[in-house]
């Protein structure tokens, strides 16, 4: 075989492109009034930080335990990291001697602690951290903020606020797990609600604790990665029927979903969806649950917590059985088997499942393992056909694919935790999950009304 002959090179050599030798004048006067002012906000700050605590000092807070007014034990001087800057402020401690508590008053109702990263720069740093491996996230925290702070400081802020939105919502799940708990009003519920949920693996650490370095010694190597280091990260997604438009010929999209997701068992996440029906008042008494699944048995199981309710095999995962046959029956990608497979398709997508299991029973394969996968096939079609019946989803706006969970598993899961070289701590995928949950529902403001958490 002749090797390509290599292109000839122009006469005139291409010229080097031109930069300009600064950036734009507008861009340089942005960033002149942002380093002339940066200082007049720090100091504005200061100065309705100094009135609050002025204002503080006015009055002796109470014991939470026995109510006697407590009293001032010392007065001391803290800072911390603002998005303006450092801020100050002289910080009372009171104590109750008959309880042994003591309090600082201010930094609680300022929701701050001493020497940490504190308020809007604590959440817009966890946000990088949220869409971005910790890095990456320092150096768009330089870029956008203009603040250098290490991967190691940003994994902490992170993790602090994940741990205080995981727990509210595991809180939120047991609380509608309750029957006295009260959920949002059913008055405009829908009268039906698509519930997709399916699961993906995550590749865990291999270490349950930390390595650390004594004094000049080289870390100890990381053992090897076994089989089955791997946990499984399961994700539902809520949406109506009828919000769901024809961007193209064929082509369906949802203008409004819900996510929910969980590090947990499958107990564990039907409990967080019902938790989420409850909160958007979507499960009223006349609402039907329209279940999607890939035919896994532990959806169908917990799918009964719902009476009123419809299950659906995904029409894709459907199809996947039959061309495991029609690929063993007439060779893999042979012409035969794809037309056998789409004259499957168009009568399962009528609504005739009936009639496709009477065919395949009519069936004489020649050798066994022929004759084993047939019969699957048959089994599984016969023990689901009554999630089969897609022409009737489709006449009411059902739908009968799973692509909705499937997005969901790429935008919550794999955009973020499943990268070369990623493995995740338990606690860590827990926190970062939650913080991903409210980004992607659009409720990052959530935030803002949480404390963060203090990590041992």
């Known amino acids: 075989m002749s090797q390509p ?29 942002e380093i002339e002012y940066r200082p007049q906000m720090l100091s504005a700050l200061q100065g309705k930080v100094n009135a609050v605590a002025e204002e503080e000092q006015r009055t002796l807070p109470a ?11 010392d007065t001391r001087e803290v800072s911390w990291f603002s998005r303006c800057g450092r801020v100050h402020a002289d910080v009372s401690r009171y104590r109750c001697k008959p309880c042994h508590l003591q309090s600082r008053p201010l930094l609680d109702m300022l929701g701050v602690e001493p020497g940490r990263i504190s308020g809007v720069l604590a959440r817009l740093l966890t946000l990088l951290a949220t869409v971005a491996p910790y890095p990456l996230a320092a150096r768009l925290a330089w870029l956008l903020l203009g603040i250098t702070i290490s991967p190691m400081g940003i994994w902490r802020v992170a993790q602090r606020l994940g741990e205080a939105v995981s727990r509210y919502q595991e809180g939120l799940s047991r609380y509608h797990a309750d029957s006295r708990s009260v959920g949002a009003s059913t008055q405009d519920a829908p009268a039906a609600v698509v519930l997709g949920v399916d699961g993906c693996s995550l590749g865990m650490q291999v270490r349950s604790t930390r390595r650390h370095r004594k004094g000049d010694e080289t870390l100890p190597p990381l053992p090897a990665i076994e089989e089955g280091q791997f ?3 399961k994700t539902g997604v809520l949406l109506l029927p009828n919000e769901r438009v024809e961007t193209s ?15 947990g068992d499958a107990d564990a996440i039907f409990a967080r969806l019902y938790a989420q029906l409850r909160e958007l008042g979507w499960v009223g ?34 199809l996947e059985h039959a061309w495991e046959f029609a690929q063993l029956r007439y060779g893999e990608g042979s012409a035969q088997a794809d037309a056998w497979v789409h004259a499957l398709a168009e009568d399962l997508r009528a609504g005739k499942v009936q009639d496709v299991i009477t065919r395949l029973k009519r069936l004489r394969p020649k050798t066994p393992a022929l004759r084993e996968s047939l019969q699957s096939l048959i089994r599984y079609y016969s023990e689901n056909a009554g999630r089969m019946r ?3 989803y489709l006449r009411l706006g059902y739908g009968i694919g799973s692509g909705a969970v499937e997005s969901a598993h790429k935008q919550v899961v794999h955009a973020r935790f499943r990268q070369a070289g990623m493995r995740w701590s338990e606690a860590g995928a827990r926190r970062l999950l939650a913080l991903r949950l409210l980004l992607l529902n659009d409720n990052w403001a959530l935030l803002d009304r949480l404390r963060m958490v203090s990590l041992a």
Not at 249 to 263: A, E, H, I, K
């Open 5 to 33: 002959r290599p292109a000839l090179e122009p006469d005139t050599p291409p010229a080097r492109p031109v930069l300009a030798e600064d950036a734009s004048r507008f861009m340089l006067l942005e960033r002149e009034v």
């Open 63 to 73: 014991c939470p335990s026995c109510g006697q007014t407590m009293r001032c034990h």
């Open 231 to 233: 946990r499984e990260v």
């Open 249 to 263: 010929p064929g082509r369906r999209s949802v203008v409004r979903r819900f996510l929910v997701t969980c590090l």
């Open 285 to 318: 008494t006349d609402t039907v649950v329209v279940i999607i699944g890939d035919g896994a048995e532990w959806i169908w199981n917990r799918a009964s917590m719902f009476v009123r309710r419809c299950e659906i095999l995904d029409f894709w995962h459907a």
């Open 390 to 392: 897609y022409d009737e």
